[in-house]
């Protein structure tokens, strides 16, 4: 309660289930997304505290326009999820270039770009809380996973630089790491036997799970917590 939220990528999958729990816990929240219908639709589900704007996140004046928005509607914004990303993995030698440079693009640099927009309004609030969406692909040596991987791996040193530079304003920084999650179209689509038996916990995660935990980011219960990689992946990460 009392949070103005900025949720990226908020049309669908993991976004949408970030964006559903935030107003149940309180939150206004404007959700971006290039997808209009869904987005709009979603909104609409959601009620009067939540609205939806077409976002492309690597463009600075759509940047700006989002959050002249949610400081008419709502406020000045105090929590931002950078959750809008793209994914494709494949053979390292194989990346269509043209595909890797818009990957980096949403990843990476409209993480940065969210990031420098929004600071300044936190600043200028008193503080705020800012959670970037990485990847357990971020933090190992996934097969066929070297151009995702490498922009969840930037998005972890962006989060820990972030933090430090924006800390003595009030403004916390912390990456949030999935393993598999089921429903989300990505790496917890469908986890065969032999992937189960991977993971400590022998199943996927769900989208609830991750959304519950960038609640507590965006809370003033992780008051002071700042810089961390906070992995969600029932234990594969351990070996």
């Known amino acids: ?12 999958g993991m976004g949408a289930e970030h964006a559903r729990v935030f107003v149940a816990e309180g939150a206004r929240v404007v959700l971006t997304d290039l997808q209009e219908d869904a987005g709009r639709a979603l909104a609409e589900e959601l009620g009067s505290n939540a ?3 077409r976002h492309d996140v690597s463009s600075a004046a759509d940047w700006d326009s989002v959050i002249a928005t949610a400081r008419s509607r709502f406020g000045a914004p105090n929590v931002l999820l950078n959750n809008a990303g793209m994914y494709f993995i494949g053979p390292v030698e194989e990346a269509e270039p043209e595909r890797v440079r818009r990957l980096l693009e949403v990843n990476v640099f409209g993480s ?9 309004v936190m600043r200028e609030a008193g503080g ?15 097969p066929w996973h070297a151009v995702y991987g490498a922009s969840k791996w930037a998005v972890r040193g962006l989060t820990k ?10 403004i916390r920084v912390n990456a949030i790491l999935p393993g598999a999650i089921a429903e989300t179209g990505m790496m917890g689509a469908s986890l065969d036997e032999s ?26 219960a992780s008051a002071y917590i700042t810089g961390a990689d906070h992995v969600i992946d029932g234990g594969r990460s351990l070996w």
């Open 195 to 220: 992937q189960l038996a991977a993971i400590p916990l022998r199943r996927a995660g769900s989208k609830g799970e991750v959304s519950e935990l960038a609640v507590f980011l965006a809370s003033e």
């Open 161 to 170: 630089s972030a933090a430090h530079d924006l800390g003595p304003f009030g």
């Open 51 to 53: 609205l939806f704007q």
């Open 128 to 142: 705020g809380s800012i959670i970037n969406l990485s990847s357990l692909a971020g933090c190992r040596g996934s």
């Open 1 to 12: 309660e009392g949070k103005v939220a900025v949720i990226t990528g908020a049309a669908q």
């Open 112 to 120: 940065w770009l969210g990031i420098s927009r929004i600071a300044p």
